[in-house]
């Protein structure tokens, strides 16, 4: 019917907004059952992803990443330690001047959230020079460094028999453990290094936030 007004009746005898409800309903009905599919499909891909994390993270070798988490802590410290601490950075406030102008506020460069984040783009490259080393007494095992720093002693590191050199294989297994370990705990790497006390950053970021490295608190409190 040409020019027929949205509620006049058609030749079924239903209005026009009748005829439209009717012959949607079905169309709803499938639409619904597709978004419920969808649901439950994303659902369980978010159970598996889950799954998956949890068991490969559970698989992880512990003397691998708790070495790992220890170096980066490591060689953090030691490139703040190398940055002048009179050197500061501005950084912006909310806090507004009289005049309407922005507050500047300045804090210590070597701390400050961007060098800390400059400095965590480069720092599993020092990964090279890190190898297993074996306690000849204990024959505990961990990673650590066995090529001094240039403003470093070579007395103060451990003798290089005890040292196991596995080739580049080792190298890389440790750069891809600071790598997976730089990218899930950046913020919590930044904030803990962020702080003016450094106290028990090992502990803190190694043993509680990450969970590689056994807490030497509760080690003494099992024994």
């Not at 909310?94 to 400095?119: C, I, Q, W, Y």
């Not at 005890?162 to 370990?181: H, R, V, Y």
Request: glycine residues 4%; contains cysteine.
């Amino acid at each position: 019917m040409i020019g027929c007004p949205p509620l006049c009746p058609t030749e079924r005898g239903y209005t026009r907004a009748e005829h439209v409800k009717t012959t949607s309903e079905p169309e709803l009905g499938v639409l619904r059952e597709a978004i419920k599919m969808t649901a439950w499909v994303i659902q369980m891909m978010v159970m598996v992803l889950s799954v998956f994390t949890g068991s490969s993270q559970g698989k992880r070798d512990k003397v691998l990443y708790c070495s790992a988490c220890k170096a980066i802590v490591d060689e953090l410290n030691h490139s703040i330690s190398q940055v002048d601490p009179k050197k500061t950075i501005n950084v912006g406030s909310f806090r507004l001047n009289p005049d309407g102008t922005m507050k500047d506020k300045k804090v210590p460069f070597a701390r400050s959230e961007t060098h800390l984040s400059e400095l965590l783009d480069s720092v599993c490259n020092s990964m090279s020079d890190y190898a297993l080393y074996v306690d000849p007494i204990t024959q505990h095992k961990q990673y650590r460094r066995f090529a001094p720093r240039s403003s470093a002693s070579t007395d103060d590191f451990p003798d290089f028999k005890n040292f196991q050199f596995d080739g580049p294989e080792a190298s890389n297994d440790i750069k891809f453990a600071c790598e997976t370990l730089v990218e899930e705990l950046e913020e919590e790497i930044i904030s803990v290094l962020s702080r003016d006390r450094q106290e028990n950053v090992h502990e803190e970021l190694c043993s509680r936030v990450s969970d590689y490295c056994e807490d030497s608190s509760r080690a003494n409190e099992e024994l």
